[in-house]
Every structure is written in structure tokens, then in C-alpha cells.
């Protein structure tokens, strides 16, 4: 009874209703669309770190994390191989030797962290390749000459070099026996990135040319894998480790990426904190509407306290009534909300204006929301009680009318 008189109650002044429905919309709207944003900013920088070098997986010699000697590769490669290929959940996997070193040109040198890598298998891996500007990537056919004089690298290191494609480098590192390892190299193609980071100081080689330089024979230092979910990284990775001695040890993203992960649970509590945040603001704008609703029903209130009305159903009432507007409100708000964001989940936002600060974010220049459905359900439970809980002081001066005086009133 008490949920049909308030339903008719809301529709008896239309241009209140809608007024307080309407800013339950943009609220309920604004929180979805800016949690997807975050969200999908936060999910890029994951995945972009991961669809470029760190992978779901990497697998090295134990210790090999902490400590990057150029002599600490993995012993009996075949054998990781083999327990890897027994794995359903494994998509590819690729080998790398992984070093840094110093790149010299005519009239600049810089330090950077070299990739040595098979093309085939590391297009599996990784989408390095795809960030290709100008020249091509490294093709790993021909013959051993022309494997050895291949390098790729970012523009921002290009420009600090003053290099373009077909200059010469000049590539050194340490080797195993604390010598200095050195090659000539051609460049053959240049990347741009959604890092400044990995343009400045990253550097792609043939796998034969690394091991050459190195002086490691046919060693290598990093296996990585990507599996067809991601969420599967622990499990597999206990798997793995299980079959593998303590020779190995065996990294998640999770254990490659700690601080972007904290990141993401971060944000997963703090939506929480937006969203408290935007009710309150909430709240009072359906205060101050239900307070002069109540003010122009101080009649229609004397009336029904003087037919036997009790407070508590009085009360209950505007509170329903308010309930029913955060309904339909949260409700409306979340279909317009995802009707933006659908198109939006495909163009992107283009950030452009602001492309130096997110390069150094490991962002890219545009932004694509991700919506979380857990998000939304948080929403729609939240907001419908937190318009019930603006109307509580609205709800209180109402019963608190003497029914003569509201009788009377004017």
C-alpha cells in the first residue's frame, strides 16, 4: 500500500520528480564512466607492459632477477621447453637473451637494455613489432652477415643518436669472462612506443647476434611465455615451477609488475571511495529537493496525520518515495552511461594534449575506458539507499508537523 500511494505521489508533480531523477541520472552516469576510465587506464598500462616485454611468464635462472649477470643464463633450455609444451594453457613462448650494454653512433652514445630476440617466435609474444615507424623489423632471414648488422630501436633514442635507417652502431656489453663483447650493427628499423621509457633505452637484436656479442654460444638468459588467459598466470606458473628443480625460478606478471598490480587493487578500493564521494554530494541535492517537496505538501500531510496516519507510515512513505527515484534514477543513469561508453570502448578518448606525461605513465596518447561489471552492480545497490538516506531529515520534519497547524498552513 505504502509503495503504491508513493508512486503516485511522485507523478503527482512531475517537474520535481524529474528534476531529482535527473541528478541521480548524471551522478550515476559520471561515477560508471569515470570508474571505466581509471579503470581502462590502469588495464593498459598492464597489458601494455606485458604485450611488449614482460609477458604473463618468464622463466631464468634461479636468481637471475635480482641479479642480471650476463653468466647467469638457463641451464638445459630444452628442458624448460619440454615442460612448457606439456602446458594446455600455453598460447607461444619465445627465448631471449637479455643484457644491458652501450650504444654508440657518430656523435652520441647512450646505455640501453638489450633485447636479443627471434623475430618468429617473439611476433607470438610480443606486438613489438607493430610499433614499427619507419624501416622494418628485424627480418632473422638471410645469411649469418646480415642476422649479425640488424638492429631496432626507439625514435627517442634514434634522435639522441642522430641515427636513421641504414646508419651504423656500434653495440658493447659485458661478456661472461668480463671482457668487452662489440659488434657493428645497421639500423633497420625504428619504433615508437607508448613509453618515452622504452623508446629511450630499449634495443631489439637477432638472438644469434646477442649470443655473439655476449660470447654465450647458443645460452640464453629469459623464456617468455603467454598463455590464452591471463588470469591463469599463477596456476600455470606453480605448474611449471613444480616440474622444474630449484635451479629456475618462474615469474608472473604479478612478481614482474608488483607496483602496477598494487595499482590495480588500489583502484579497485578507491572506485568505492568515488563513489561514497559523489553520493554525499548526492545527498544533499535530494535533501534540498525533498525538503521543499515536503514544504508544499504541509496540507496534504495535516490531512492524513488527522485521518489516523501514523508517523512511522508517514515516514516510511517520503522515504519510499525517494527510494523509487534512486531506483529509476541509477537505473536510467546506467544505461546512459553505457551507451556512452560503448562507442567509446572502440574510438578511445584521444589524450593527445597530454601524450608526454602518459608516455612516462607507459600509457598511450589515447585512452580506452573498461567497464567493470562489478562496478555497475556497486553502483546500482549504493545509489537507490543513498537517496533513501536523503530523505531522512525531509521524512523527519514531516511527522514532526502538528496536524491543526499543517491544517491551517497557507
Do not use: C
Not at 619504433?191 to 633505452?201: C, G, L, Q, R
Not at 629469459?222 to 590464452?228: C, K, M, N, P, R
Request: proline letters at 2%; hydrophobic letters at 45%.
Amino acid at each position: 500500500m505504502i509503495l503504491k500511494i508513493a508512486w503516485r505521489n511522485l507523478w503527482r508533480n512531475k517537474r520535481r520528480s524529474i528534476i531529482i531523477q535527473s541528478s541521480v541520472v548524471v551522478g550515476v552516469a559520471a561515477i560508471i564512466l569515470l570508474d571505466s576510465l581509471s579503470n581502462g587506464m590502469l588495464v593498459q598500462m598492464l597489458n601494455n607492459q606485458i604485450n611488449t616485454s614482460v609477458a604473463h611468464i618468464q622463466i631464468h635462472k634461479k636468481g637471475f632477477k635480482d641479479n642480471k649477470l650476463v653468466k647467469n643464463f638457463i641451464k638445459d633450455p630444452e628442458k624448460v621447453k619440454s615442460v612448457i609444451d606439456t602446458n594446455s594453457h600455453v598460447k607461444a613462448y619465445s627465448e631471449r637473451v637479455v643484457s644491458f650494454g652501450l650504444i654508440s653512433s657518430a656523435t652520441n652514445s647512450s646505455g640501453v637494455y638489450i633485447n636479443g630476440i627471434d623475430p618468429e617466435r617473439e611476433s607470438k609474444v610480443s606486438i613489438m613489432h607493430t610499433f614499427i615507424k619507419r624501416g622494418n623489423y628485424i627480418s632473422g632471414s638471410g645469411g649469418e652477415e646480415q642476422i649479425l648488422r640488424e638492429i631496432v630501436l626507439g625514435e627517442k633514442l634514434a634522435d639522441k643518436l642522430n641515427v636513421d635507417i641504414g646508419d651504423k652502431v656500434v653495440l658493447l656489453s659485458n661478456t661472461p669472462d668480463g671482457s668487452i663483447g662489440s659488434d657493428l650493427f645497421r639500423v633497420s628499423g625504428i619504433f615508437k612506443t607508448f613509453s618515452s621509457e622504452i623508446d629511450n633505452s630499449l634495443i631489439y637484436i637477432p638472438l644469434k647476434s646477442a649470443q655473439h656479442l655476449l660470447e654465450i654460444g647458443n645460452n640464453i638468459h629469459e623464456i617468455a611465455v603467454i598463455l590464452d588467459d591471463y588470469k591463469l598466470a599463477d596456476k600455470v606458473k606453480r605448474d611449471i615451477q613444480k616440474n622444474l628443480n630449484g635451479d629456475y625460478e618462474v615469474l608472473s606478471y604479478s612478481d614482474n609488475l608488483p607496483l602496477l598490480v598494487i595499482q590495480l587493487d588500489f583502484y579497485k578500493q578507491s572506485a568505492y571511495i568515488i563513489t561514497v564521494i559523489v553520493s554525499i554530494a548526492l545527498i544533499f541535492g535530494i535533501i534540498n529537493t525533498m525538503l521543499m517537496a515536503v514544504m508544499e505538501r504541509i496540507r496534504e500531510f495535516g490531512v492524513l496525520k488527522s485521518i489516523g496516519m501514523k508517523n512511522s507510515k508517514l515516514f516510511l512513505m517520503i522515504l519510499t518515495e525517494a527510494f523509487i527515484l534512486g531506483v529509476a534514477g541509477a537505473i536510467v543513469g546506467a544505461f546512459v552511461a553505457v551507451l556512452i561508453y560503448l562507442p567509446l570502448s572502440h574510438t578511445g578518448i584521444d589524450f593527445s594534449i597530454f601524450a608526454a606525461s602518459l608516455e612516462s605513465f607507459g600509457v598511450g596518447a589515447i585512452i580506452y575506458p573498461v567497464l567493470l561489471i562489478e562496478n555497475v552492480i556497486n553502483t546500482l545497490i549504493t545509489i537507490p539507499f543513498v537517496a533513501a538516506l536523503g530523505a531522512i531529515y525531509p521524512a523527519y520534519r514531516a511527522i514532526k508537523l502538528e496536524p491543526v497547524y499543517a491544517l491551517r498552513y497557507v
